[in-house]
C-alpha cells in the first residue's frame, strides 16, 4: 500500500489544475511513513484522490506529482511518457532534421514528470535525475528510451550525481547505460559543435539557445560582436558565420574556450578571438568597442534566498552593457533563473537602462524552443527569458 498525503481543505486546488508540486504547508496529515523517494498517493481533505508522486524530505516542495489518475507506476508507464514526449517533437518538427540532430527529448513537468530532463546528442542521450525519487526509477527511463529509438541509439548516459542531493549522490556515479563514448559532434542549424556530456556543464550543449542563435543572425553582418558567457560558443559559430566583422567569446572557464575554438575551427571559421575572463573584469574598459553584445549568464539565482542578489547581479551586468555598447548596437540580453520570472526580469532590466542613461527600443521578446514546452499548468517552466534590444 502507498502511503497516503492528506491536504489541508482547500489546498486542493492547484493539483485540480494539474500543477505537479505539493508543498510541505499544504498537508495536514500523512498515513504511513515515506521515505525520500517514495511513490505517494496525494488526497483532499475530504480523502479524494489527486494524484500519484514521489516524496521529498526537507524539501519545501513534498511531493512531486507523475500521474493525475490512478495508474500502476511500472514499465507500461514509462514507456508511455517517454514515447508521448518522442511524439510531440516529432510533431514540432525537431525529429529527423537534416541540419539538427540534437534536441533535448524530455522536459521534466511540462512532458509530466518532474525532475526528469533528457538531451539527445546524434544518437546519444543523456539523463538527468533532479530527484531521488526520479533516479530510483532510472533504469525504467533508460529502457523506455532504448525502446522508443531502437538500433538508432548509441550510448545511453546517466549524469544525475552533480544535480541530487549530496546525502543520496555519495552512493551512485554518473555512468553509462548504453555504450561508452563520452563525446560526439552534434549538427545544429548545419553548424557543427563538440559535445562533451562526461566533463561539460549541465548534458554537454546549451540546446535551449537554438532559435534565438538563429536570430542573432539577422543583427551580426559587418558587426564587432561580443559573445560573454558564451561557454562553448554557439552564438559565436553563428555570428561569424553570418559575415560578423570580429567576434569575441569570454568565459572564464578554460575548458569552454578551448572547445569554443574547437567549434569555430570545426565550423572553418576565422574572423574570431577567444578570451578566458570574467565577464564582469572584461567590460570595464571595452567602450565603443562592440556593436553587438550578446549576455547569456549561467542562473544567478537557483532558489529564492538569493533572488534579490541575482537581481543585483543582472541589473549590474546589463546596464555595463548599455554603458559600453556602440551607438545604434544591439543588445542580446537573457537571464535562466527559474525563479526570475519574466515581468521582475523585465522589470529589473528597466532599473538597468535607467541607470545606463541610454535609449532604448524593444525588438524581440525572447524564450526557449518548442522543445523545452511550457506548460499553461506549469508556468514555472518558463525559465528562459531574454530580450534583443536597439540601444541608440
Known sequence: MMTKI???????????????????????????EAKEGDTVEVLSADK???GIGYYQVQNSITVRIISFEQAA?????????????????KFVGIIDKPRTNVYRLFFGEADGLPGLIVD???????IQCHTVGMHRNVEHIAKAIKEVYGTQLKTIYDKSK????????????????????????????????????????KTGFFIDQRENRKLLADYVKDKTVLNTFCYTGGFSV????????????VDVSKTAMEITDKNIELN??????????????????????????????????KSRDVKHNAIIGYKKLNEMALRLIKHNGILFTFSC?????????????NAAIYESGRKVKILHYLSQPPDHPISPNFPEGEYLKGLILYVE
Open 268 to 301: 572553418k571559421l576565422s574572423n574570431h578571438q577567444s578570451f578566458c575572463a570574467d565577464t564582469f573584469d572584461f567590460l570595464k574598459d571595452k567602450k565603443d568597442v562592440y556593436n553587438v553584445i550578446i549576455l547569456d549568464p549561467p542562473a544567478f539565482a
Open 120 to 126: 539527445y546528442y546524434n544518437g546519444h542521450v543523456v
Open 238 to 249: 553563428y555570428a561569424s558565420a553570418a559575415g560578423a566583422k570580429e567576434v569575441h567569446s
Open 6 to 32: 492528506i491536504l489541508h481543505k482547500g489546498k486542493e486546488m492547484p493539483l485540480l489544475r494539474q500543477h505537479p508540486w505539493v508543498f510541505s504547508g499544504a498537508i495536514k496529515i500523512t498515513e504511513g
Open 48 to 50: 479524494k484522490f489527486l
Open 337 to 349: 533563473s527559474g525563479v526570475v520570472d519574466k515581468n521582475l526580469f523585465f522589470n529589473t532590466m
Open 162 to 201: 552533480e544535480v541530487l542531493p549530496k546525502n543520496y549522490a555519495v552512493n551512485i556515479s554518473n555512468c553509462f547505460m548504453l555504450g561508452e563514448t563520452g563525446n560526439t559532434i552534434v549538427t545544429e542549424s548545419g553548424f557543427s559543435f563538440y559535445v562533451d556530456w562526461e566533463k561539460g556543464q
Open 73 to 89: 507506476i511500472n514499465e507500461v508507464f514509462w514507456l508511455d511518457k517517454i514515447t508521448k514526449a518522442y511524439s510531440y517533437r
